[in-house]
Every structure is written in structure tokens, then in C-alpha cells.
T-cell receptor, first 113, second 114 residues
Framework: EDKVVQSPLSLVVHEGDTVTLNCSYE??????LLWYKQEKKAPTFLFML????IEKKSGRLSSILDKKELFSILNITATQTGDSAVYLC?????????????FGKGTKLSVKP | ETGVTQSPTHLIKTRGQQVTLRCSSQSGHNTVSWYQQALGQGPQFIFQYYREEENGRGNFPPRFSGLQFPNYSSELNVNALELDDSALYLC?????????????FGPGTRLTVL
């Protein structure tokens, strides 16, 4: 059965800290991995990774994929209170569900002032 | 703003009732998917519609059904509600069945079943 596992499930840090969120996957027909940020309701897209070793960056956020070891990490440097959210990792299922997303449970990040 | 809207925002029903949730996709987005997100869990795929036909389904019973209309709106219907159906229901639209990174989520409908 295809699955996506995130760790830790929750994390509390102080502003300015650096955090690393983990995502491992076991998915047939793997093509890509996506990260989302969910603050209140709608998940918003952060990154899509398709190739190993190529780091994606957007400001203080960066992510990298290891297709050999089947995991990805999301790094956030110099955290701010606005980074508080649930971070979701997802892999498209190109088997029976036409590319729809298999999500992990998410990592709830709380950034304290 | 993602251009995807959902209604209602919140809904309270009792066990055994039926509910209809609505989603309005971005213009030109032919594919809409619905997800159920229970508290503390990631979203789980319910089903997908492409050009008004269901073309993918997750592990949900037949009492979960849907419709997609030519005007880029869609519905999720749930019959015989159970307590475990309490969740946030998200719809997501994208231009076609590929391009998953161009999928935009709506704000969701919070359903509570008593």
C-alpha cells in the first residue's frame, strides 16, 4: 500500500530557530513529491520536487529530495511566528487515482515569539 | 486567494442525514478532486471528476457521490451520515489531470455530525 510518513508530527520552536521537517514515502510509479503549507484551511503549494539532489528554494524555505532513500526534507531558517502552520507532504498517485495526492499526516509547527 | 470557493463554510448535521457540499473551480480547470481531512490527519482523496465524469476514486463507500457541471462547479453528496464523517472537506481544481503542482485548494467546508 502506498504511504507517506511525516516526522515529527508536531514541533515547537522559538523565532529565529532553524527547523527540519521530514517526509518519507513508499509509492509505486513515483514521479514527484509536493510540499504544502496549511495555515487555516486551504493548503497552499510550496514546492514540487522531481529530481534527487536538486534543492528548491524560496526565501527562507528550501527542500530537497532523495529518490534513492525515498525521503524529502523541508528546511525553514530564521523562523518567524508567521511560519506557524501545518506542513503537508504529498505524492501523486499515478496508479488508480489519476495523479491525485497521497498526503502524510502533516507536521504542526508552532513558532513562539 | 486561489480562485476556488466552497460553500457552506460550516455545517452541522445529525447522524443519518444527507448533505451536499459545493465547490466553484477556477475557470478553465477541467479537473476537480475532493478530499476529506479529519482532525489531526492529512487530507484523504475521495474522488476526482474530469469533464463531468468520475475518473478516479479513493477508498470511500458509495454513499459518497459527486457531480461536476459545465460551469466549473461541483458537488459532493454524502448520504446516511455517520459520526466519523465529521471532517474538513476540501475541493481542489487544476487545468487537467496532470499538472498536479497547479492544483489549487478551496478553503474547505467544516462538517460536524452529531
Amino acid at each position: 500500500e502506498d504511504k507517506v510518513v511525516q516526522s515529527p508530527l508536531s514541533l515547537v520552536v522559538h523565532e529565529g530557530d532553524t527547523v527540519t521537517l521530514n517526509c518519507s514515502y513508499e509509492v509505486t510509479n513515483f514521479r514527484s513529491l509536493l510540499w504544502y503549507k496549511q495555515e487555516k484551511k486551504a493548503p497552499t503549494f510550496l514546492f514540487m520536487l522531481t529530481s534527487s539532489g536538486i534543492e528548491k528554494k524560496s526565501g527562507r524555505l528550501s527542500s530537497i529530495l532523495d529518490k534513492k532513500e525515498l525521503f524529502s526534507i523541508l528546511n525553514i531558517t530564521a523562523t518567524q511566528t508567521g511560519d506557524s502552520a501545518v506542513y503537508l507532504c504529498a505524492v501523486p498517485d499515478y496508479g488508480g487515482s489519476q495523479g491525485n495526492l497521497i498526503f502524510g499526516k502533516g507536521t504542526k509547527l508552532s513558532v513562539k515569539p | 486567494e486561489t480562485g476556488v470557493t466552497q460553500s457552506p463554510t460550516h455545517l452541522i448535521k445529525t447522524r443519518g442525514q444527507q448533505v451536499t457540499l459545493r465547490c466553484s473551480s477556477q475557470s478553465g480547470h477541467n479537473t476537480v478532486s475532493w478530499y476529506q481531512q479529519a482532525l489531526g490527519q492529512g487530507p484523504q482523496f475521495i474522488f476526482q471528476y474530469y469533464r463531468e465524469e468520475e475518473n478516479g476514486r479513493g477508498n470511500f463507500p458509495p454513499r459518497f457521490s459527486g457531480l461536476q457541471f459545465p460551469n466549473y462547479s461541483s458537488e459532493l453528496n454524502v448520504n446516511a451520515l455517520e459520526l466519523d464523517d465529521s471532517a474538513l472537506y476540501l475541493c481542489a481544481s487544476r487545468p487537467d489531470r496532470g499538472r498536479v503542482n497547479e492544483q489549487f485548494f478551496g478553503p474547505g467546508t467544516r462538517l460536524t455530525v452529531l
